[in-house]
């Protein structure tokens, strides 16, 4: 069950200020995903990649897929054909591959950098440190690497009902984001994303920065694992 009139509210306050909101659909009947499509919706996010890839061929071809989960290298493959965007890229090697498979499949595909700003150790990502190390290896080799684009960067917030720990958590990521435009992206407008937001903080990423919040249990109701 999508839930139409929440869709239409979020939809009207990020277009005020211009933020893409991706529709989390993971564990969701691709009949949600096509109820929020003829809504007007097109970007949706996954987080599975055999999950995506059953689903993707079900739904129109231009949905635009946003990959946003954890991404291990032997399954680039499996979505290079056809997302759109891939949001936690965290190593080098991953990097790599994601160029290659993109090449194989004569295209380029736009990826964001994770980083980890949350408190809690599982969570995903690359310190400011680590973040910066990458795109020094990203720099020295961009010839080799045009099957790609690095467009900004993507983060989770500690899980707590402390507003006040998740407002610096995006704000610390705006301003490392802010920060390596300046030294790695200058006039290049294609860095330009921050995927900061999900739907228990997307008030406060919006304030912090976000230019893109992703959003599942606002929409589609909350998910029921087994
Ligand atoms: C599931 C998920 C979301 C959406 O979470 P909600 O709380 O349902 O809005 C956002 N980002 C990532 C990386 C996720 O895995």
């Not at 005020?16 to 007007?40: F, W």
């Not at 949905?63 to 936690?88: D, E, M, R």
């Amino acid at each position: 069950m999508v839930n139409e009139a929440v869709w239409k509210e979020i939809t009207a306050e990020l277009k005020e200020k211009n933020i893409t909101l991706v529709a989390v659909s993971k564990t969701k009947p691709v009949s949600d995903i096509q109820d929020l499509y003829n809504l007007g919706q097109r970007d949706f996010g996954e987080n599975y990649v055999q999950e995506l890839v059953e689903k993707q061929p079900q739904l129109p071809a231009d949905v635009q897929w946003h990959y946003i989960g954890h991404l291990q290298s032997n399954k680039v493959k499996y979505i290079a054909p056809f997302v759109h965007l891939i949001h936690a890229v965290d190593s080098f090697k991953l990097l790599l591959e994601i160029n290659k498979q993109a090449a194989k499949n004569d295209r380029v595909i736009d990826v964001l950098l994770q980083m980890h700003v949350a408190e809690e150790e599982t969570k995903f990502g690359l310190d400011e440190k680590e973040l910066i190390e990458l795109l020094e290896y990203y720099t020295a080799q961009k010839d080799q690497l045009s099957s790609i684009r690095v467009c900004g960067l993507m983060g989770m917030a500690t899980n707590t009902e402390d507003e006040s720990v998740v407002r610096l958590e995006y704000k610390r990521l705006h301003n490392t984001f802010n920060h390596l435009k300046d030294v790695y992206f200058i006039n290049q407008p294609q860095f330009n994303t921050c995927s900061i937001g999900m739907s228990s903080d997307y008030k406060i990423a919006m304030e912090e920065g976000s230019t893109m919040v992703r959003i599942g249990s606002l929409l589609f109701g909350a998910r029921q694992y087994n």
